[in-house]
Structure formats: structure tokens, C-alpha cells
């Protein structure tokens, strides 16, 4: 977005003022204007962004949003394959449950009964 000025730092540092009596300093007005005169000359001359910091900030924004959708697809191939490993069997109830059992299978054999004629 381009800031549009009313005036030019030409058109400041030329402009005459009238001779008054009871007036300012000319001096300190004079002085005044130069500062002003050098914050316009800053801005006309893009120094508040450079069209190339400007480019430089528009790649970098571009590069970003390029990672971001590779991210994005990668994050979903991952998602699928964590669906996929949901549907496997062996997980860790599974594993926790065939524990338990070895264990009670363990202790019916301490007491002399065979599990496998339980019915």
C-alpha cells in the first residue's frame, strides 16, 4: 500500500512565508522544516520498506506456505498409517490379557488341573 503525501519535500523546502511582524524565529522554523523535510525524503524514498526487503518478505512467505502443504500431506500419509496400526490385533490390552491368562494357566497347573480339559 502506497502513502500518498500531500506534499513533496521540494515543495517544503521552497515554500516562502510571509515577512510578518510578531512572527516566529525564522531560524527556528527553518530548522523545524528541515527535520520534516528529512522524514519526507525518507518516506519518498522507501525508507519505511524497501521494495526489496518487501520481495524478500513475499519469498519467504511463499517458501513458507509451500512447507506447510508438504507438512499438511505428510501429516496425513502418517494419519492413515496410525488408522492402519489401530486395526492390527496386537496392541497392548491384547498383550496384557494373554499375561493374565498365562498366569491363571500357571496357577491351575500349581494346583494339578490341567486348563485345557476346562470347559
Do not use: C, H, W
Not at 510571509?18 to 525524503?41: M, S, T, W
Amino acid at each position: 500500500m502506497a502513502i500518498k503525501l500531500k506534499l513533496k519535500a521540494e515543495e517544503i523546502a521552497n515554500y516562502k512565508f510571509r515577512n510578518v511582524p510578531r512572527g516566529y524565529d525564522a531560524f527556528e522554523v527553518d530548522k523545524y522544516l528541515d527535520q520534516i523535510i528529512k522524514d519526507y525524503l525518507t518516506i519518498e524514498n522507501g525508507g519505511l520498506v524497501s521494495e526489496l526487503e518487501l520481495d524478500a518478505a513475499n519469498k519467504k512467505i511463499a517458501e513458507l506456505e509451500e512447507k506447510i502443504n508438504k507438512l499438511t500431506i505428510e501429516n496425513e500419509k502418517l494419519a492413515k498409517k496410525a488408522t492402519i496400526n489401530k486395526g492390527n490385533n496386537v496392541n497392548s490390552d491384547n498383550v496384557k490379557i494373554l499375561k493374565r491368562i498365562d498366569a491363571l494357566e500357571r496357577y491351575l497347573y500349581k494346583k494339578g488341573i490341567n486348563p485345557d480339559t476346562i470347559k
